[in-house]
């Protein structure tokens, strides 16, 4: 409560705090460093699908092939793709789909 009567006896310098904030967020966000695509050691992606009420083969015809066709024309230098879709346990029906991919690092 003592914020709301301090911005009321002094209006002025929470709009000056609220233009220096304005002004300051681009300059910390044009600073702020990052990186799109990062240095990944690890040669090998895998990939969990897990959806219910599709059998394995309907898994595979719509997700699974889907991404393996995707994953080969986006990605380069892949060694191996290596795919599993089965059934869920007990009675419900559920399928999971498992991918593994190896990718053969370029050397800079």
Do not use: K
Not at 45 to 68: C, H, K, S, Y
Not at 74 to 84: A, G
Not at 94 to 103: D, E, F, L, P
């Amino acid at each position: 409560m003592w914020i709301v009567r301090v911005a009321l006896d002094r209006p002025y310098t929470f709009i000056v705090l609220a233009l220096l904030i304005l002004i300051m967020s681009p300059v910390a966000i044009l600073r702020t460093p990052t990186d799109i695509f990062p240095n990944i050691n690890i040669p090998v992606i895998a990939v969990a699908w897990q959806f219910t009420g599709l059998n394995p083969e309907e898994m595979e015809g719509r997700i699974t092939t889907g991404f393996e066709r995707v994953l080969t024309t986006t990605v380069d230098n892949i060694e191996h793709i290596e795919s599993t879709t089965v059934s869920g346990q007990s009675s419900s029906r559920s399928s999971c789909s498992r991918m593994r991919t190896s990718i053969r690092p370029t050397r800079r």
